[in-house]
């Protein structure tokens, strides 16, 4: 998935923002807090391997090339090009209710096994996705969102970057579904249903907005 579909993604997208497109840059931008949210997980939970410089590697150039992305962002130069054609308030509510949704899922299982006084096995093998989760993941959504809603220019810059991140985690996640059903792993088909829709709506949500982003408003 990361040789395949990731990497390509990143080089496309650098490649085109190299040329000026403020789309490109945004996908790009999108596609490293990918990188680092994947490698965040590579780095600390699986267990050591050949691949640990690696991992370490890819999350180091991913981080610092986002925080240099994100210092240098134009925010109100990609703020002029939205205007009223772009889907603000469906995005906004389909980032909160997936930030949302994020929430509950996490604290069911974390208050279920605080109350249990265990932990439960599904919980021991996701504890690091959960930390990433509900400590960055689910606030920046929900952050978002309200700033869609209020139309900040935040939002408008911030929007599509995550909608990337999700475009990309969900296609991830739907491949893994798929490996899972393939060998026998329950929710298997259940995943890959999931994230096939995150994915395909985060997709024409992201078309939609950077479609309406292309030329700046008249002021």
């Known amino acids: 998935m990361n040789l395949a579909v990731i990497m390509p993604a990143l080089v496309i997208a650098a490649v085109l923002t190299l040329r000026g497109s403020m789309a490109a840059r945004l996908v790009w931008t999108g596609t490293l807090v990918y990188l680092v949210y994947n490698f965040l997980y590579y780095a600390f939970a699986v267990h050591f391997n050949s691949m640990f ?4 590697g890819v999350l180091g150039f991913s981080f610092y ?7 240098t962002l134009p925010i109100a130069e ?7 054609r772009t889907p603000v308030k469906t995005t906004a509510i389909a980032l909160l209710l997936m930030g949302l949704g994020t929430i509950f899922h996490w604290l069911n299982e974390v208050v279920t096994a605080m109350l249990a006084r265990q932990a439960p ?12 989760d509900l400590a960055f993941l689910a ?5 978002i969102a309200i700033l869609l809603f209020r139309r900040n220019s935040l939002g408008f810059v911030f ?10 985690s969900g296609v991830g996640l739907a491949a893994m579904g798929t ?4 060998r026998g792993f329950g929710p298997g088909y259940g995943l ?3 994230a096939l829709g995150i994915a395909a709506g985060s997709a024409v949500l992201l078309a939609l907005s950077l479609r309406a982003g292309q030329k700046p408003r008249a002021c």
């Open 192 to 194: 890959f249903a999931i």
């Open 78 to 84: 990609v703020a002029l090009r939205y205007g009223p």
């Open 159 to 168: 929007g599509p970057v995550l909608l990337g991140f999700l475009v990309l």
């Open 121 to 132: 096995q599904a919980m021991q093998e996701s504890e690091p996705v959960a930390v990433l």
């Open 53 to 56: 410089l690696a991992y370490c």
């Open 139 to 143: 606030p920046a959504t929900v952050a």
């Open 65 to 71: 090339a986002l925080a240099g992305g994100v210092v």
């Open 179 to 182: 490996v899972m059903a393939m």
